[in-house]
T-cell receptor, first 114, second 109 residues
Framework: NAGVTQTPKFQVLKTGQSMTLQCAQDMNHEYMSWYRQDPGMGLRLIHYSVGAGITDQGEVPNGYNVSRSTTEDFPLRLLSAAPSQTSVYFC?????????????FGPGTRLTVT | QKEVEQDPGPLSVPEGAIVSLNCTYS??????FMWYRQYSRKGPELLMYTYSSGNKEDGRFTAQVDKSSKYISLFIRDSQPSDSATYLC?????????FGAGTRLTVKP
């Protein structure tokens, strides 16, 4: 099993550009989530999904979109990048929403918006 | 006030010391409590997962939850240099997960 994979590892965007961060898992997990990690702020939940076709907002959803068309994939879209979105982004998955606390994290994507 | 408060440290201890890491929280609806370990430039990995008040032990690690005081702790016995990492507390209420800011721990040989 590859676990949770994320691409790209690094990305630099200009203000106003859009992009999609990719996340995939091969563990047949129902629950998937996206976080951003900023110094002194810890991890903050952006969006999550309890299964294919179902998504919901987390603590900091503004400026981001998600969709979940398959169990395996959970892409995160930045609609119009802003410098405030410079961060490290982590995707995570767990077996089900009942066990949402037992999450497996990907290696992260380091995003810089200039 | 943040929902989850965690002292960011840094904390430096000699090898073999007992380490105590703590978090407080304000939302009494949190049901499950976790500790994650994060090495530099890596994703977090789950260390401990607890539900009820009380202690849970796994090897050198003990997680403690006191729901009445809204306080959780992680104890590391016989700390090793390989324990040097950032430790994040986390808690969850109906799929909505909240993390502490993380405590950076260094164990010196």
């Amino acid at each position: 099993n590859a676990g949770v994979t994320q691409t790209p590892k690094f990305q630099v965007l200009k203000t106003g550009q859009s992009m999609t961060l990719q996340c995939a898992q091969d563990m047949n997990h129902e629950y998937m989530s996206w976080y951003r990690q900023d110094p002194g702020m810890g991890l903050r939940l952006i969006h999550y999904s309890v299964g294919a076709g179902i998504t919901d907002q987390g603590e900091v959803p503004n400026g981001y979109n998600v969709s979940r068309s398959t169990t395996e994939d959970f892409p995160l879209r930045l609609l119009s990048a802003a410098p405030s979105q410079t961060s490290v982004y982590f995707c995570a998955s767990s077996y089900s929403s009942d066990r949402a606390g037992e999450q497996y994290f990907g290696p992260g994507t380091r995003l810089t918006v200039t | 006030q943040k929902e989850v408060e965690q002292d960011p440290g840094p904390l430096s201890v000699p090898e073999g010391a007992i380490v105590s890491l703590n978090c407080t929280y304000s939302n009494s609806a949190f049901q499950y409590f976790m500790w994650y370990r994060q090495y530099s430039r890596k994703g977090p990995e789950l260390l401990m997962y607890t539900y009820s008040s009380g202690n849970k032990e796994d090897g050198r690690f003990t997680a403690q939850v006191d729901k009445s005081s809204k306080y959780i702790s992680l104890f590391i016995r016989d700390s090793q240099p390989s324990d040097s990492a950032t430790y994040l507390c986390a808690m969850i209420d109906n799929n909505d997960m909240r993390f502490g800011a993380g405590t950076r721990l260094t164990v010196k040989p």
